[in-house]
């Protein structure tokens, strides 16, 4: 006995039932019109690859979840993955603008970028080009004091102990505020790419210089990229 294959429409409607959603729920989480769901959900209409991806990175899942036909096939397994991290075991970037210490780094895949970032810009105009980059952000200030700037929202000063999180494509910056020489932050940033801490070592490559946490040799970034296990 042969069982067909469900229709993108069904795993559509599944995936939507599962979570709750309205189809215009749906289309605003994804950016795809709810007249184009509606005729996808009833098999009228298919999504092209670039719209599965969109559909996807803006639900904030695998590819591989959107096929899912019901609940088991999301468990995911337990892989009793850990790291411990310190900033002696860090690995170093430096730029003109931060000291980037990211952390856990022989971990592969991680949803979840740790690093601690020591501040020195102090300006907009000493900063240069607000950074983007796909994803969401956490920043915890742990020393002195920080200015936020985006280029949506006026800019915010957090003290220690303060916090903000935000869209990471969005084109942000931190400056150490007036009177602060550096500040220290904690940073968790996230995205659905597997491959995300490579991603973010990307963008240092042209500005950076590398090395292995406070004392370490240094290395150029696109050498370690290749290291990382």
């Known amino acids: 006995m ?27 989480k994804s950016g795809i019109p709810v007249s184009t769901l509606s005729k996808v959900e009833h098999d009228r209409l298919t999504l092209s690859y670039d719209k599965l991806l969109q559909l996807s990175q803006r639900l904030g899942m695998r590819m591989s979840e959107l096929f899912a036909e019901n609940d088991d096939a999301l468990v995911q397994p337990v892989t009793a993955r850990r790291s411990v991290g310190s900033i002696a075991h860090s690995v170093r970037v430096e730029t003109a603008n931060y000291d980037y210490h990211y952390l856990c780094t022989e971990l592969r895949k991680k ?44 800019p915010v000063i957090l003290e220690e102990g303060g916090s903000i999180y935000l869209d990471s ?37 042209d500005r950076a210089t590398v090395g292995a946490g406070s004392g370490g040799e240094r290395a150029d970034v696109g050498g370690l990229r290749g290291k990382r296990r």
């Open 111 to 154: 949803r979840m970028i740790p690093v601690i970032v020591k501040i020195r810009a102090k300006t907009a105009k000493e900063f240069g080009a607000l950074v983007r980059h796909a994803g969401e952000e956490y920043i915890f200030v742990l020393k002195g004091r920080v200015v936020v700037t985006s280029e949506f929202y006026d």
């Open 169 to 205: 494509s969005m084109g942000h910056a931190y400056l150490a505020a007036e009177g602060c020489e550096e500040a220290e932050v904690l940073g968790v940033m996230s995205s659905a790419d597997d491959e995300h801490m490579q991603t973010l070592l990307t963008m240092h490559e």
């Open 2 to 28: 042969s069982s067909s294959a469900p229709t993108l429409g069904a795993l559509l409607r599944n995936l939507r039932s599962r979570n709750g959603w309205t189809l215009k729920e749906m289309g605003a």
